[in-house]
């Protein structure tokens, strides 16, 4: 039936904004993959082993102390970008059922300034035919746009 197409199609998200500082002291406050809660607002904080290779994970503990495992897939010093995904779900304290998400840093339009972006795909909470409003493919979108323009813009505070 159409029902059961459409639960298995993902979503996706993307966000970007200007910081008015250069590329390098963008990067240097984004890099730290298991470090994101210094410049993300929703976040209680984030813990890691500190190094940024590939197959490292990080615990996100949100403000209402539920988390989620993300685990870094590339990363890429040169290009100022990294990705990962979602290992340990928790619908609890964000509504997907997996994601990845690419983050990448970029010189922006006007001398000195840098443009951040951020992409995700991902599927819903409840991947079931009739899942609750709360973990809906909408439900999903909203939280995922939601996390990437608060995150992007305490980034610019914490930078610029």
Same mark, same amino acid.
């Given at each position: ?8 199609? #993902?979503? $996706? ?18 890099? +730290?993959? !298991? @470090? ?6 929703d976040l209680k904080k984030s813990e890691g082993d500190g190094s940024n290779q590939s197959g490292c ?7 209402? !102390?539920?988390?989620i495992v993300e685990e870094l897939d590339y990363y890429n010093e040169q290009e100022h970008e990294y990705? *990962? ?7 609890? @304290? ?8 690419? =983050? ?6 006007? /001398?000195?300034?840098? &443009?951040?972006?951020? +992409?995700? #795909?991902? *599927?819903?909470? !409840? ?7 709360? =973990?809906?493919? /909408?439900?999903?979108? $909203? @939280?995922? &746009?939601?996390?990437? +323009?608060?995150?992007?813009?305490? =980034? %610019?505070? %914490?930078?610029?």
């Amino acid at each position: 039936s159409w029902d059961a197409v459409w639960t298995i199609l #993902r979503s $996706k998200a993307k966000e970007s904004i200007v910081i008015q500082a250069p590329v390098a002291k963008v990067w240097v406050e984004v890099k +730290k993959f !298991d @470090a994101i809660a210094h410049w993300h607002p929703d976040l209680k904080k984030s813990e890691g082993d500190g190094s940024n290779q590939s197959g490292c994970k990080r615990t996100l503990t949100f403000k209402n !102390d539920q988390s989620i495992v993300e685990e870094l897939d590339y990363y890429n010093e040169q290009e100022h970008e990294y990705s *990962y995904r979602l290992k340990t779900e928790n619908p609890q @304290a964000f509504p997907t059922s997996s994601h990845t998400v690419e =983050l990448k840093v970029s010189a922006g339009e006007s /001398e000195g300034s840098s &443009t951040v972006t951020l +992409k995700s #795909r991902f *599927y819903r909470g !409840d991947t079931g035919n009739t899942p609750p409003e709360n =973990l809906n493919d /909408e439900a999903a979108v $909203k @939280a995922m &746009t939601q996390f990437f +323009k608060n995150g992007l813009t305490g =980034l %610019k505070q %914490k930078v610029e």
